[in-house]
């Protein structure tokens, strides 16, 4: 196990609405990561969160936006839904942004859009 | 575009065998690699890192190797074990802030038969 924990598990969701991801970093981390895993793929950079603050950012739309709270917890909100939306979406959690710090993944949350 | 890619998809192997899993790079600045596990229904594993100032390095039962005169990744786990089937992903990271994320391949189904 990491440490690193997501809610809610399982989501479904339809075309249009929106919807918050959770993610708990492990302890002693400050840096969270998130990524989109598509059925057969490799997981996707979404964005990268260090100390409260966006420090990275990947290719996908601004409807993707995230918060990090002082405890360094992390949310990931999708607006406007689309069916491409439905994947895996995945937390690493880290500590500092040194490129060789190894990040660590939770479980993921499986969202569906219908 | 640049990638992390897999040889091969699929790879079967026999319990106690060794398993060879093979990546390619391709964008020269990358400078460090990750190896992750990934098992139905969980969040990807690390399982080992190399920075590309090595050539190899050794785990418990895995050893990464690195070219980089032809980009070209591998990991080798020794005596395979049916708790060694899942999906394997090598990871590129270039660099911390936006080029921080990790770039992943697709990935490679590993089978252990018993």
């Known amino acids: 196990e990491t440490g690193v924990t997501q809610s809610p598990t399982h989501l479904i969701k339809t075309r249009g609405q929106q919807v918050t991801l959770r993610c708990s970093s492990q302890?002693?981390?400050?840096?969270v990561s998130w990524y989109q895993q598509a059925l057969g793929q490799g997981p996707q950079f979404i964005f990268q969160?260090?100390?409260?603050?966006?420090?990275g950012r990947g290719n996908f739309p601004p409807r993707f936006s995230g918060l990090q709270f002082p405890n360094y917890s992390s949310e990931l909100n999708v607006n406007a839904l689309e069916l491409d939306d439905s994947a895996l979406y995945l937390c690493a959690s880290s500590f500092g942004v040194q490129y060789q710090e190894t990040q660590y993944f939770g479980p993921g949350t499986r969202l569906l859009v219908l | 575009g640049e990638s992390v890619g897999l040889h091969l998809p699929t790879l079967s192997v026999q319990e106690g065998d060794n398993s060879i899993i093979n990546c390619a790079y391709s964008?020269?600045?990358?400078?460090?690699f990750i190896w992750y596990k990934q098992e139905s229904g969980k969040g990807p594993q690390f399982i080992i890192d190399?920075?590309?100032?090595?050539d190899k390095r050794q785990g418990q039962r895995v050893t990464v190797l690195l070219n980089k005169t032809v980009k070209h990744l591998s990991l080798q786990i020794a005596a395979t074990q049916p708790g060694d089937s899942a999906v394997y992903f090598c990871?590129?990271?270039?660099?911390?802030?936006?080029?921080?994320?990790?770039?992943f391949g697709k990935g490679t189904k590993l089978s252990v038969k018993p």
């Open positions: 190399i920075r590309s100032n090595m």
């Open positions: 964008n020269s600045a990358s400078d460090y």
């Open positions: 302890s002693g981390h400050n840096t």
């Open positions: 969160y260090y100390r409260e603050e966006e420090n």
């Open positions: 990871a590129e990271r270039r660099g911390w802030g936006s080029q921080g994320n990790l770039i």
